[in-house]
T-cell receptor, first 113, second 112 residues
């Protein structure tokens, strides 16, 4: 069975602080994909990144960076110099061999000015 | 125009009523999905379809049914709505080989 755990239910930071959102996953598949999605207050789901299980290179996109570590089954997301517009619920998700996607419960990030 | 659209965007209905939520996509994707979102539970998969003739149950299919009328259309039905089906419902599509899923704007359903 596949499972995604986002242990941080809510995080609150002050603008310009760095913040890391944790994601731990469980799967028996050797090939799988990990994702991060953002859900701003308006409610839509915005795709941020996809990483396959064979690519452990960290990725940076502007103020966003992702740290994938198979040894600890983690796929953490860091926002550098956070901004108010980063306030949202962030979901980590896992898609394995059976092709259905499992989401974590989400982390609500509030960035205060 | 949006690639994935959902109608209606908001719906209020009464217990026992039949309701249909519709999803259309212009991305040309074969795979379509229905999820529900509840506070604190993330998104949970209800049904998914890999082509017009392929329908699969997801994690929480009880109380729901689906219809894949065409490659571009995937409908979710609640035959007899109950209050605990009050939730935010999302449709999504993806291409082959586990590509990224792209989500519609969501439908807020309230069952009284």
């Amino acid at each position: 069975a596949q499972k995604v755990t986002q242990a941080q239910t809510e995080i609150s930071v002050v603008e310009k602080e760095d913040v890391t959102l944790d994601c731990v996953y469980e799967t028996r598949d050797t090939t799988y994909y990990l994702f991060w999605y953002k859900q701003p207050p308006s409610g839509e789901l915005v795709f941020l990144i996809r990483r396959n299980s064979f690519d452990e290179q960290n990725e940076i996109s502007g103020r966003y960076s992702w740290n994938f570590q198979k040894s600890t089954s983690s796929f953490n997301f860091t926002i550098t110099a956070s901004q108010v517009v980063d306030s949202a619920v962030y979901f980590c998700a896992l898609s394995g061999r059976d092709l259905d996607m499992r989401f974590g419960a989400g982390t609500r990030l509030t960035v205060k000015p | 125009d949006a690639d994935v659209t959902q109608t209606p965007r908001n719906r209020i209905t009464k217990t026992g009523k039949r309701i249909m939520l519709e999803c259309s996509q212009t991305k040309g994707h074969d795979r379509m999905y229905w999820y529900r979102q509840d506070p604190g539970l993330g998104l949970r998969l209800i049904y998914y379809s890999f082509d017009v003739k392929d329908i699969n149950k997801g994690e929480i299919s009880d109380g729901y049914s689906v219809s894949r009328q065409a490659q571009a259309k995937f409908s979710l039905s609640l035959e007899s709505a109950i209050p605990n089906q009050t939730a935010l419902y999302f449709c999504a599509t993806s291409g082959p080989k586990q590509e990224t899923q792209y989500f519609g704007p969501g439908t807020r359903l309230l069952v009284l």
